[in-house]
């Protein structure tokens, strides 16, 4: 099975400032990744797939990058309503498709 | 609109059996794969597996694979998870969602928590 780590687990940041979120693949996963943003008792929102597409009527703050096995999602400017968790998800071993284990963006 | 529906929260007995739905509206319920993702609490997201609606084609995550079953009404637009039953750490949020592109998931239900308790 593919692994899915991340890093930070968590951030601290303050409205305005450029935030870079890094996922990590096992194995190469070419540009079969996506990115999802999880408000607390919410299901998770698709923002980026394919590495660096957004999704449709996602700000475009919001940006992706990467390949093989090292992938960055960026928000260039953080908004009030971008506090939340990100989780990276591949897409490249079916049918066992792994999720990374989130990244926290709160409050500075 | 695209909406998947899904039922309400359970409460129930190791042992017990369980079957939870998802209704899907405002779009072709056949044509679009069927995932479900589970939550447990507190924690990340994990891939269950995926239905095709349109002919019940169905691929587990082999961490589920003979833990649950999935399957669907097509005549309703429903997409079911089912287990026959279930342990204390079945206790999770389950999420239906729909397939899009590779195998990303566009459109999510809101959710059914499942709560496993002598």
Request: aromatic share 14%; glycine share 8%; hydrophobic share 30%.
């Amino acid at each position: 099975d593919i692994q899915m780590t991340q890093s930070p687990s968590s951030v601290s940041a303050s409205v305005g400032d450029r935030v870079t979120i890094t996922c990590r693949a096992s194995q190469g996963i070419t540009a079969w990744l996506a990115w999802y943003q999880q408000k607390p008792g919410k299901a998770p929102k698709l923002l980026i797939y394919d590495t660096s597409n957004l999704q449709s009527g996602v700000p475009s703050r919001f940006s992706g990058s990467g390949s093989a096995t090292d992938f960055t999602l960026t928000i260039s400017s953080l908004q009030p309503e971008d506090f939340a968790t990100y989780y990276c998800q591949e897409a490249n071993t079916f049918p066992s498709f792994t999720f990374g284990p989130g990244t926290k963006v709160d409050i500075k | 609109e695209v909406q998947l529906v899904q039922s309400g929260a359970e409460v129930k007995k190791p042992g017990e059996s369980l079957k939870i739905s998802c209704k899907g509206s405002g779009y072709s319920f056949i044509d679009y794969w069927i995932g479900w993702v589970r939550q447990m609490p507190g924690k990340g997201l994990e891939w269950m597996g995926i239905i095709y609606p349109g002919d019940s084609d169905t691929k587990y995550s082999p961490s589920f694979q003979g833990q649950v079953t999935m399957s669907v009404d097509r005549s309703i637009s429903t997409a079911y998870l089912q287990w026959y039953s279930l342990e204390a750490s079945d206790t999770a949020m389950y999420y239906c969602a729909r397939r899009f592109r590779r195998y990303y998931f566009d459109y999510w239900g809101q959710g059914t928590l499942v709560t496993v308790s002598s």
